[in-house]
């Protein structure tokens, strides 16, 4: 309120002064907004300008001085500045002293967790459903305000949450799924080398096919046949056989695990995702080992690989299964005290001093 007092005295004083002195006043008012402007600039020198409540008042009042075509050229702010100002002045004038809140009160930080819980914990209720449950509970709420919690939330409706995502559905398959590709390999003397591969998305169990320089069709159905043979029973609690469109991969090859009773499935072109564990294999075979020792021949990688593969199925901990080996069904169980002692923990260097492995001493 004083400050609309203030405001409208000021105003009042130079109306009388445009009365009295009408010649020069335009001139003298223009000339005190450039002063104003420039002690606003000093104060706040190398940034951007920030006009105080006293500085708009001012300025407000001397553009009643200032004819209207001069605006643009003499005041630092335009005129939407200044009836900006003044509806913020009016804004404050009738801004309401009551400080209780009107509308709806807000729903509860406990009941928006409840709602968001039960919508994951049951994907096939809808918000209406999960209404009706909270009234059962004693909290009274709206279904529009359950909608707008879930979707604040980001979960989709009932009809596109009540299956199983991608991840779900993969790790409930995994136990079925093999999947195989083709690693290449080059030699000291730049010979390219050919490496199948298979693993089983279930176990991580990697499986070495066949090791060769020219592959074919009935080479690549030959592996097909060992590992079957070398799977034994396994093979009985596989259903599907991930591989991607390379030429090797014949029907004659798919016929081998479909007598076996295994699907085959073929991944899209330049998808490596859709066969992401064998991809990842690869990558891990690169890494630690290929990319860190140069293979002479055939027969060489086929020995350094085959020690790796040991290595990899009987000692390498994996994150998908806890930490343990594909070997391994559960971990052994080590007292914590057991590591007090380091000089009882040995190291056994594998694959040609590579990839080191420690034990407990006997």
């Known amino acids: 309120m004083l400050l609309s007092l203030v405001y409208r005295v000021v105003r009042c004083l130079f109306g009388l002064l445009a009365v009295l002195i009408r010649s020069d006043l335009s001139r003298e008012a223009e000339l005190l907004v450039l002063r104003h ?5 000093r104060r706040q020198l190398g940034g951007r300008p920030r006009w105080s409540h006293g500085d708009r008042l001012w300025l407000t009042a001397l553009s009643r001085l200032v004819h209207r075509r001069r605006w643009s050229e003499v005041l630092p702010v335009t005129p939407a500045t200044i009836l900006r100002w003044h509806r913020h002045l009016v804004a404050r004038k009738w801004t309401f002293t009551d400080r209780r809140r009107l509308g709806r009160p807000c729903t509860r930080r406990p009941v928006k967790a409840l709602i968001v819980r039960m919508a994951r914990e049951n994907p096939t209720w809808g918000h209406r459903r999960i209404q009706g449950e909270l009234a059962r509970l004693g909290y009274t709420i709206v279904a529009s305000t359950v909608w707008e919690i879930l979707h604040a939330a980001g979960i989709d409706p009932a009809p596109r949450r009540a299956g199983p995502s991608w991840r779900q559905f ?27 591969v298979f693993i089983e998305h279930g176990t991580r169990r990697l499986h070495l096919a066949g090791v060769t320089a020219h592959p074919t069709g009935a080479w690549a159905v030959q592996q097909a046949r060992n590992l079957a043979m070398d799977l034994g029973e396994r093979i ?8 991607d469109r390379d030429p090797l991969f014949t029907s004659a090859f798919r016929e081998v695990f479909n007598a076996e009773g295994l699907r085959a499935v073929t991944t899209l072109p330049w998808t490596p995702r859709m066969n992401a564990v064998c991809e990842r294999v690869i990558g891990t075979l690169r890494r630690e080992l290929l990319d860190r020792i140069l293979i002479l021949s055939e027969r060489h990688l086929a020995l350094v690989l085959h020690e790796y593969l040991i290595h990899y199925n009987g000692h390498r901990p994996h994150q998908s299964r806890h930490q343990r080996p594909p070997n391994t069904a559960t971990q052994p169980a080590r007292d914590v005290t057991d590591l007090n002692d380091l000089r009882s923990i040995r190291r056994k260097p594998v694959v040609a001093g590579m990839i080191s492995e420690y034990r407990h001493a006997a």
């Open 37 to 41: 402007e420039n002690q606003v600039l």
């Open 170 to 196: 993969l790790t409930a398959q995994a136990h079925a799924i093999i999947a195989c590709d083709f690693l290449v390999v080059e030699t000291v003397l730049l010979k390219r080398v050919y490496v199948l």
């Open 236 to 243: 009985a609690r596989l259903r599907f056989l991930i591989h």
